[in-house]
């Protein structure tokens, strides 16, 4: 089962090789990872999606609470969150075949973001679910590169991480 | 300004090499009145600030320089970390600008470091030190201790600040370990300790961290629940007390384990339940009701699935049992623990006529002739079980790497806390494998004067690996057998180091008495057959 995990860190150096050393070394599987900062500059978030049991995550949450630059780090419950993941997609687009592709794009509420003679830019913000569908409209065309930025993740209402931390 | 913010922590002592990234920060310390112990290779270095720990209660620190100096000491860092001792490493580094290019001696020590150490620091701007020095002190011996690495570029250390401010408090928003159990889990607690029929208590090296001795014995003795001991936990209880049973696990007593299977309770106090301590932990639950006291939350449910799991000091929490307990234990179960204890026979009679010491009576008999308060340190090996199963640790200590099982920790780590307590006894018993292991730091003992008491075990093998040869591999002796080795005794003489070699229990035993009786260090060479036994 997947998942996902907010935590929020100190934002000094080394606090990346910090967190993602220790799934590796305890064996744990990382799914996505996504970081950046948050409205307070001094603390950046770290957002995981990790494929494991109850026991794998239970360790995850005590064995990253350990490590000193570590604030908080919360498992969000599944359906009480909102998750979604920027995807930019290149895929091959002889001028002909542009049309076609444009109605995919706009079925699927994705962004042209770059044109050229014989490919298209695609840029989708959605869930992993809604991702893999409009990757594979667009494997017929031929996809010739994806970048994707990891799942982010925020809870639904008023609650935020930071707040149980009190 | 390093060297000020130790003096700020009272630090008496640090153990180290030098090298030219470490240089500066050198400068300072010989400058300053802290005490400072060149070791004769850096690994040794981590093992006597760790001895030193484990003696004084504050944290051990220990300096090299970068690159290979820096390396040298894992070992050291990773046998810290498995056995929760406070240390505080600092390592010198390359110049700040050269970081990075593989320059002469870079090595990426915070990096490499990463799994071993509680917390670490690359500092970056000298401004920080006291900060990062005030933090690391803090990290290191609250909660669950560790050891922190704190790696200074070169051109850091000579950098002038314009006003040295040592910090008084430690304020991480990230680390505020838990330190009283919660109320209701301890309520818990007590009520599957009165309930129960067969209780036991199991005494981990938590208990020894925290300081927590006379709280368990008080509890014990109030509670009248029996105790086990894992190895880390020895020396807890005096193993002459009455409901004490012994080490529990692959080399523990059979009366221990024994109690432990048929124990309906086990309360956990500071055990992690490694793999040595119990084999089959899964199954410890499925007839037990496990309560498991630690201060590190991750432990709980790692190893093990707690019924009743209580995050906290074990010093509070077992002051809190002791106020609310009213546990009685029922007699059948203390008549039949008592039962298997007397009918325990330890295994080993005196040898005089083989030509060896019979290691197993000889460790029996070199207990009683110690000081109630004497600190003994084991390496690694068949001396080390010999030791945990047939020393009478009383007032004193029992030092060994439980955790990472280093060999070669028991001749620094005895150096250590000889240093931390010049007055208490000190002896170290090695085998001859990992004596020499560690026998380089002979230089150290004798530059510092040094009197600790060394007993060599030598049956020219490398026993426990030879005992798993003769058990699963057909006796074929790879890599087991240490032809070549040395006279120990001329070796000693070359140090000045007075020494003598007994070839039998009465020897052993006279020559144990004049080497306590001596003022200086003694090393006591024992001839042991290769094939005596580890249990």
Known sequence: MKYTLSILVENQPG???????????????????????????????????????????????????????????????????????????????????????????????????????????????????????????????????????????????????????? | MMAECLKNE?????????????????????????????????????HEASGYARASGKPGVCVATSGPGATNLITGIATAYMDSIPLIVITGQVSSELLGRDVFQEADITGACEPFTKHSYLVKSAADLPRIFKEAFHIASTGRPGPVLIDVPVD??????????????????????????????????????????RPVLVCGGGVVLAGARDELVAFAQSSGIPVVSTMMGIGVVPMDSPLYLGMIGMHGHKNANRAMHEADLIILCGAR??????????????????????????????????????????????????????VSVPKEWIDAVLRYKKEFVPGGEPDNSSGFVEPRSFMRVLSSLMEEDAILTADVGQNQIWAARNFNVKEGRFLTSGGLGTMG??????????????????LCICGDGSF???????????????????????????GMVKEIQDNKYGSRYAMTLLQGNPDFVKIAEAYGIPAAIATSNGEAERLAKEMFASDRAFILVCRVNPDAPTI
Do not use: W
């Not at chain 1, 307070?40 to 999606?49: C, L, N, W």
């Not at chain 2, 850091?156 to 209701?184: D, S």
């Not at chain 2, 560690?438 to 060599?456: F, P, R, S, W, Y």
């Open chain 2, 273 to 326: 339940v490694g793999d040595r301590a119990v084999s089959a932990p899964e199954q410890m639950g499925e007839k037990a009701t496990i309560i498991h006291i630690d201060i590190d939350p991750a432990e709980i449910g790692k190893n093990v699935t707690a019924h009743i799991p209580i995050v906290g000091d074990i010093r509070l929490v077992l002051r809190d049992f002791i106020e609310q307990s009213a």
């Open chain 2, 156 to 197: 850091i250390q000579m950098e002038e600040v314009p006003e040295f401010v040592y910090p008084q408090k430690a304020n991480i928003i990230g680390y505020k370990p838990r330190t009283t159990g919660h109320a209701m889990q301890v309520k818990k607690a007590l009520a599957a300790m009165a309930e129960a029929k």
């Open chain 1, 15 to 166: 606090v990346l090789s910090k967190v993602s050393g220790l799934f590796s070394r305890r064996g744990f599987n990382i799914d996505s990872l996504a970081v950046g900062i948050t409205e307070d500059p001094a603390i950046s978030r770290i957002t995981i999606v990790v494929n494991g049991d109850e026991y794998i995550v239970e360790q995850v949450e005590k064995q990253l609470n350990k490590l000193i630059p570590v604030i908080k780090v919360k498992v969000l419950q599944p359906d009480l969150f909102i998750s979604c993941e920027l995807s930019l997609i290149k895929v091959n687009c002889p001028t002909k075949q542009r049309a076609e592709i444009m109605k995919i794009v706009e079925l699927m509420h994705a962004q042209i973001v770059d044109v050229a003679t014989t490919s298209l830019t695609i840029q989708l913000t959605d869930n992993d679910e809604r991702t893999q569908t409009l990757i594979s409209l667009l494997k017929p065309y031929g996809i010739k590169e994806i970048v994707r930025a990891g799942t982010l993740a925020i809870e639904k209402g008023p609650t935020t991480a930071r707040k149980q931390n009190s």
């Open chain 2, 409 to 426: 920790y028991a001749l620094p780590a005895a150096i250590g806390a000889k240093l931390a307590k010049p007055r208490r006894q000190v």
């Open chain 2, 436 to 462: 020499q292991m560690a026998m380089c730091e002979l230089g150290t003992l004798c530059q510092n004067d040094v009197n600790i008491k060394m007993i060599v075990m030598q049956n020219d093998r490398l």
């Open chain 2, 10 to 46: 009272n630090v008496q002592i640090a153990f180290g090499y030098p090298g030219a990234a470490i240089c500066p920060f050198l400068d300072y310390l010989y400058r300053s009145p802290i005490k400072n112990v060149l070791v004769r290779e850096e690994q040794n270095a981590a």
